[in-house]
């Protein structure tokens, strides 16, 4: 059982699972950062753990691809505690932010990701929320799994996806779930 109190809040959490091209997530939170004046951590897990924070989104793009290979993504209001720490660590050093894993496109194909945060205040959690979904009216919605080994095949009307990993699934890409076998299919190929 989870212990509350003064030292352990309760905490309220959401996550988007979707697929999305890791430029995409870098340029939303980039637009994020800069109009909301946030900022930015990025999260390197390979070949040892390290993260760098940044003020803003001016130049993200740039920052990611000179820390690469950034696999976590984080946005908040406050500064970031990214004095030596682990992976572990990092969320406890550092609550009330979101935070995006960014999935590179592999000869596999490109892995389900998600937008999530967790934190105790409940407004600041609304007000991501409020960020996340005017995003998602962009974006594409609707989607069937199957898993491959037993041909199974279910829909999943809210699965989001943007428009980039529908160019990659148009052009033959295969959409993985984020753990596991299943296989995304978002439609009729063109």
Same mark, same amino acid.
């Given at each position: ?69 950034? &696999?976590?993504?984080? #946005?908040?209001?406050?500064?970031? %505690? *990214? ?7 990092? +969320? $406890? @050093? ?16 490109? &892995?389900?990701?998600? #937008?999530?945060?967790?934190?105790? %205040? *409940? ?7 409020? +960020? $996340? @979904? ?57």
């Amino acid at each position: 059982m989870a212990e509350t109190g003064p030292f352990y809040p309760e905490m309220t959490h959401f996550t988007l699972p979707l697929h999305a091209l890791r430029e995409e997530l870098i340029a939303l939170a980039a637009g994020w950062a800069d109009e909301h004046e946030l900022h930015v951590a990025l999260e390197r897990f390979f070949p040892t753990y390290a993260a760098v924070a940044i003020l803003g989104g001016d130049g993200l793009g740039t920052a990611v691809a000179n820390f690469d290979p950034v &696999r976590r993504m984080c #946005l908040r209001r406050e500064p970031f %505690d *990214v004095a030596p720490i682990s992976a572990q660590q990092f +969320l $406890v @050093r550092n609550p009330d932010c979101l935070v995006m894993v960014l999935e590179p496109v592999t000869d596999d194909g490109l &892995r389900a990701t998600a #937008l999530t945060s967790r934190m105790a %205040d *409940v407004d600041l959690l609304r007000w991501w929320i409020s +960020l $996340v @979904r005017r995003a998602t009216y962009g974006m594409h919605r609707g989607a069937w799994a199957t898993d491959p080994s037993s041909g199974v095949r279910q829909e999943i009307p809210d699965h989001v996806y943007t428009e980039g990993a529908r160019e990659l699934w148009a052009d033959g890409v295969r959409m993985l779930a984020a753990t596991g076998t299943a296989v995304f299919d978002f439609g009729e190929r063109e």
